[in-house]
């Protein structure tokens, strides 16, 4: 009889422990859930790092078609900066200007 006691004493105990590392498991400050949350965050780096890495991409390709072609030097400053030759007439549309 007492072997028995010993022994659902000891069951009963383990099982409280089992159920008190779960709940830290799952609840506590380095829990479960707070893994799921960084892993959701880096997955949301990883999608900002990509969405830079092509902008990036972006702009070097512009850099060097503005060193490679003076044609394309020549456009980006007519598109922004409305500049033209000395001998040219420059035309404004007054319609997108008020």
């Known amino acids: 009889m007492k072997k028995r006691f010993w022994f659902y004493l000891c069951a009963i105990v383990c099982g409280i422990e089992l159920f008190i590392a779960l709940y830290f498991f799952i609840f506590g400050s380095r829990s479960l859930s707070l893994f799921v949350t960084y892993k959701q965050q880096g997955v949301a780096l990883e999608q900002q790092k990509k969405a ?14 503005w060193n490679a ?10 598109e922004h900066l ?6 040219e007439d420059i035309y ?4 997108k200007h008020t």
């Open 82 to 87: 409305s500049v033209c030759y000395p001998d």
């Open 69 to 78: 072609y003076p044609l394309y030097r020549e456009q980006w400053a007519r």
């Open 52 to 65: 830079i890495a092509k902008e990036i991409e972006f702009i070097e390709y512009r850099i060097d078609n």
């Open 92 to 95: 404004i549309d007054t319609s």
